[in-house]
């Protein structure tokens, strides 16, 4: 493993970049990525070459750390972003695998790794009618309000048979009434990225946004079944193999990685790496219980049995 330097706030891009890179199915296909397709001069988007440029550096012996620079500008390119701030490591995520989807080859599979197909129903309570529309999300938020579980298994068992009610016009009878809306999985994919929802608005504006670090725990395997809508022939067990850590206030802060390579969790710290134990990684449960004071921000998993 190589560490990353970081120019004053790519911290939330080195940790996302470190989690990628132990991504191996992205890994696998990145190898594919031509980078003649990406030269014409008009090309605005060439993350997809930058970042298979900075994953070859990084699996190579070397004493210094790697410079991200190449893949922050070609992200910034392709969104406008400047990053001169640091930025949500969600949004990092997103930026990096929609700018991929976007690309050409294998880029675009690499950018579909992560997509869980959902499937919303709207169903009338008053008469019964069912409309169903089907969206694609390539998180999945994880809520931590004070009456949900604040471990990750009970939360998805739980969270699996959540349906909301609200008002609606129904465009089968006609009127407005209580309608119940249910949503489930249709298709789980090979990684998983969930993000851990810490960071809320109480308020209009900036100023309102806070962060809370209330305790959430997570295990190395997790059974997705219970998201599932019909029962799948693919396994529904995921193996935790990086998590994304962050210490501070949402203004203010330092983001951290910790990834399972080769069956040995390490931290990622920019520049720094250092072998850790599954025991470190359950220190970002809560804050204050760690070295770098981080709770985890976002898990990513992988499924059991998928091609190592
Ligand atoms: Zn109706």
Redesign the pocket.
Known sequence: MRGLINYGTYCSINSVVQCLYETRELRDLIRRVDERDYQAPNHKNTVAPTLKSLIREMSTDGPSPCDPSCLVDSMSAYSGVRFDVQEDSELIFKCIVNALADGCGAAKEIGKLWDIEKEDSVR??????VRSIRTKSNTIPVSIEENLPDELQEYIKRHSDTTTTCDCH??????R?R?EIASKVVSLPPVVCMRIARVKNIGRGAAHIVKTEKRFAFTETVDLKYLVKEPADTPTLYELYAVVAHRGTHYCGHYTAYVRAEDSWYIADDTYIRMCSWGDVKTTYEAGSNLYDGVAYMLMYRRRNSSR
């Not at 009338?124 to 009618?129: D, I, M, T, W």
């Not at 129904?170 to 009127?175: F, P, S, V």
Request: one cysteine or more; proline letters at 0%.
């Open positions: 009338c309570l008053g008469c019964n009618a129904c465009a089968n009878c006609h009127t009434t309608v």
